[in-house]
């Protein structure tokens, strides 16, 4: 065996800062506090000034920088533009230390903590955290560290669960927690959680209903508002149909507030998913004032589950608006729907019986039933679209008497179960959705008949639409070719909009111009007119029957 040679050590591995370069030693510090309150704002502008002092006054430190976040959680990462910009320094070589408070400050996620000190230290760049006098370059650094870190990480879970029950005490008491940077038709209040109408805006949104519930598809309400150059919730001008279809579906326009849709699922990832049953729901009824009436917005949400019954896929919608007759137009031998065909070798369109093509489920080729021109079939509905003039006494009879009409009694109505508080003298008008007392229905408030009651404001908004188009072609008739229209949507306070009638006279939009001849008659056929009014269009051998949607017949001739 050979003479072993020991080669003395010429410095401590376990050193508490590395050796002193020939150059100052560049140091750091970071700061952050999690919230951007007037007494975090002193604490962070504190920690900064201490720090800028504390290293110029050490004659072997230069300073590197100060990093801090503000109003940043600690418990992840992401976000923290300094602390990654400290990080990315460090690994360019322009960091020789760094400085910070605590270990809280630096990380309140101990895998975080852990994984970027490691990353420092092999490095050769040691953290010193102040508060814990840990030097992460000291041997029994990391096993201390790890240990504070947990208990950081744990005091953070403890505040996000006292966060927590606060905003569910707060919904308890009807508090709710309200973005407005991107909540078209309404702004902040005086008060907390309040929200006032912005009359500009809220004449979008009802616009955004009318036009829903006279038919079109949310693709084809985007796509018009983004042609038209309407500004977005956030000022832009580029909508889209996942926009509208929230906004359809928002309780908030009908005055109501439900909280809790969605909440954070952990408190170290922060992600953010809807509320499906996981915890309580909060519902307030007439929070703040509507921009449209409860009736609309019911009338809104039974719109959109019997389109999902009919057709889930909403491009099929968009289709059937491009061609109109497409699904109105049927055979009145067999009552079959007829199918657009053209002609071999012309650039005509017909419309065909399906049982005379022998394509409806387990047909034959059973129907001898006349084929129809595209444009006799349009001239015919233009022609029944006239003739609405002669009828309005009736439909203002009919809506008359359905007005006097009282909605569906109330059966055994019981008032909404009062919540299980934290603490006694709550709102007893607030109620969780999974309440057994309550309803699923509008929001979870209990609505007995509701499926009656829907039907019975339907047909009221049917009429109400059909007589407005009766009264614009009566107007029109009346009207000298040379005068202008009066202006149907007058400036109107920034009152809320409680009523059915009261927010179909304000989203009222004249005729286009270029629809009426020089009588004030319809002289062509629109594709907006048939998806607001027209329901059937049976196709007879003497003619055409046109059925609206309020049951009106109206039998026209033939070409």
Same mark, same amino acid.
């Given at each position: 065996?050979?003479?072993?040679?020991?080669?003395?050590?010429?410095?401590?591995?376990?050193?508490?800062?590395?050796?002193?370069?020939?150059?100052?030693?560049?140091?750091?510090?970071?700061?952050?506090?999690?919230?951007?309150?007037?007494?975090?704002?002193?604490?962070?502008?504190?920690?900064?000034?201490?720090?800028?002092?504390?290293?110029?006054?050490?004659?072997?430190?230069?300073?590197?920088?100060?990093?801090?976040?503000?109003?940043?959680?600690?418990?992840? /990462?992401?976000?923290?533009?300094?602390?990654?910009?400290?990080?990315?320094?460090?690994?360019?070589?322009?960091?020789?230390?760094?400085?910070?408070?605590?270990?809280?400050?630096?990380?309140?996620?101990?895998?975080?903590?852990?994984?970027?000190?490691?990353?420092?230290?092999?490095?050769?760049?040691?953290?010193?955290?102040?508060?814990?006098?840990?030097?992460?370059?000291?041997?029994?650094g990391e096993v201390l560290l790890t240990i504070l870190a947990s208990i950081a990480?744990?005091?953070?879970?403890?505040?996000?669960?006292?966060?927590?029950?606060?905003?569910? +005490?707060?919904?308890?008491?009807?508090?709710?927690?309200? !973005? %407005?940077?991107?909540?078209?038709?309404?702004?902040?209040?005086?008060?907390?959680?309040?929200?006032?109408?912005?009359?500009?805006?809220?004449?979008?949104?009802?616009?955004?209903?009318?036009? %829903?519930?006279?038919?079109?598809?949310?693709?084809?309400?985007?796509?018009?508002?983004?042609?038209?150059?309407?500004?977005?919730?956030?000022?832009?001008?580029?909508?889209?149909?996942?926009?509208?279809?929230?906004?359809?579906?928002?309780?908030? %326009?009908?005055?109501?507030?439900?909280?809790?849709? %969605?909440?954070?699922?952990?408190?170290?990832?922060?992600?953010?998913?809807?509320?499906?049953?996981?915890?309580?729901? +909060?519902?307030?009824?007439?929070?703040?004032?509507?921009?449209?009436?409860k009736a609309i917005f019911r009338l809104a949400q039974a719109e959109r589950a019997?389109?999902?019954?009919?057709?889930?896929?909403?491009?099929?919608?968009?289709?059937?608006?491009?061609?109109?007759?497409?699904?109105?137009?049927?055979?009145?031998?067999?009552?079959?729907?007829?199918?657009?065909?053209?002609?071999?070798?012309?650039?005509?369109?017909?419309?065909?019986?399906?049982?005379?093509?022998?394509?409806?489920?387990?047909?034959?080729?059973?129907?001898?039933?006349?084929?129809?021109?595209?444009?006799?079939?349009?001239?015919?509905?233009?022609?029944?679209?006239?003739?609405?003039?002669?009828?309005?006494?009736?439909?203002?009879?009919?809506?008359?008497?359905?007005?006097?009409?009282?909605?569906?009694?109330?059966?055994?109505?019981?008032?909404?179960?009062?919540?299980?508080?934290?603490?006694?003298?709550?709102?007893?008008?607030?109620?969780?959705?999974?309440?057994?007392?309550?309803?699923?229905?509008?929001?979870?408030?209990?609505?007995?008949?509701?499926?009656?009651?829907?039907?019975?404001?339907?047909?009221?908004?049917?009429?109400?639409?059909?007589?407005?188009?009766?009264?614009?072609?009566?107007?029109?008739? !009346?009207?000298?070719?040379?005068?202008?229209?009066?202006?149907? !949507?007058? /400036?109107?306070?920034?009152?809320?909009?409680?009523?059915?009638?009261?927010?179909l006279r304000r989203t009222r939009r004249p005729l286009p111009p270029g629809l009426?001849?020089?009588?004030?008659?319809?002289?062509?056929?629109?594709?907006?007119?048939?998806?607001?009014?027209?329901?059937?269009?049976?196709?007879?051998?003497?003619?055409?029957?046109?059925?609206?949607?309020?049951?009106?017949?109206? !039998?026209?001739?033939?070409?």
């Amino acid at each position: 065996m050979g003479t072993v040679t020991v080669i003395a050590a010429t410095r401590r591995p376990d050193a508490r800062l590395p050796e002193q370069p020939a150059r100052p030693l560049r140091v750091c510090a970071y700061c952050r506090v999690s919230t951007d309150s007037e007494e975090q704002e002193t604490s962070y502008a504190a920690q900064c000034a201490h720090y800028g002092s504390y290293i110029r006054s050490n004659p072997c430190w230069t300073l590197a920088g100060i990093f801090a976040d503000e109003g940043i959680s600690g418990t992840s /990462t992401r976000g923290r533009d300094e602390f990654n910009r400290m990080i990315r320094a460090c690994e360019g070589g322009e960091i020789d230390m760094i400085i910070t408070k605590s270990i809280s400050r630096f990380a309140r996620n101990t895998l975080d903590c852990l994984t970027y000190i490691r990353r420092l230290k092999e490095l050769r760049i040691p953290v010193v955290f102040e508060k814990e006098n840990i030097n992460t370059l000291d041997a029994s650094g990391e096993v201390l560290l790890t240990i504070l870190a947990s208990i950081a990480q744990q005091e953070s879970a403890s505040i996000s669960r006292n966060v927590r029950m606060g905003i569910e +005490y707060g919904f308890q008491q009807g508090r709710g927690r309200l !973005n %407005y940077n991107a909540f078209l038709g309404y702004t902040g209040g005086d008060g907390p959680g309040s929200l006032v109408i912005v009359p500009e805006e809220a004449e979008t949104v009802r616009r955004i209903f009318r036009e %829903y519930l006279e038919g079109r598809s949310p693709h084809t309400i985007a796509a018009r508002l983004a042609r038209e150059g309407v500004p977005t919730a956030t000022g832009a001008g580029q909508w889209y149909a996942s926009t509208v279809a929230r906004m359809l579906g928002n309780e908030k %326009y009908c005055g109501d507030l439900l909280m809790q849709k %969605y909440y954070v699922e952990d408190y170290l990832t922060h992600r953010v998913v809807r509320n499906d049953g996981a915890r309580p729901k +909060y519902f307030v009824e007439d929070d703040h004032e509507p921009i449209v009436p409860k009736a609309i917005f019911r009338l809104a949400q039974a719109e959109r589950a019997r389109r999902a019954a009919l057709d889930p896929d909403p491009s099929t919608l968009r289709f059937a608006e491009r061609l109109t007759l497409n699904g109105r137009l049927f055979c009145g031998s067999c009552g079959r729907p007829l199918r657009r065909c053209h002609r071999p070798g012309t650039a005509q369109v017909v419309w065909l019986c399906r049982g005379r093509t022998g394509e409806s489920a387990g047909a034959s080729r059973d129907c001898a039933s006349r084929a129809v021109r595209e444009t006799e079939a349009q001239a015919a509905v233009v022609r029944a679209l006239n003739a609405l003039p002669e009828h309005a006494c009736s439909l203002r009879r009919e809506l008359a008497e359905l007005t006097r009409k009282q909605p569906p009694a109330i059966e055994n109505a019981s008032p909404v179960a009062p919540l299980d508080t934290l603490a006694a003298g709550s709102d007893p008008l607030i109620a969780p959705l999974d309440t057994p007392a309550v309803g699923a229905t509008l929001c979870g408030r209990p609505q007995p008949c509701a499926d009656a009651q829907t039907e019975r404001e339907m047909r009221l908004f049917q009429l109400r639409l059909l007589l407005e188009l009766a009264d614009d072609l009566t107007e029109a008739r !009346n009207r000298p070719h040379h005068a202008a229209p009066d202006d149907p !949507n007058p /400036t109107v306070p920034p009152a809320a909009c409680r009523d059915a009638e009261d927010f179909l006279r304000r989203t009222r939009r004249p005729l286009p111009p270029g629809l009426l001849n020089a009588q004030g008659d319809l002289a062509v056929y629109d594709n907006d007119l048939v998806i607001r009014s027209i329901d059937r269009v049976t196709v007879r051998e003497t003619g055409f029957e046109v059925r609206f949607k309020t049951g009106l017949r109206v !039998n026209t001739g033939g070409a």
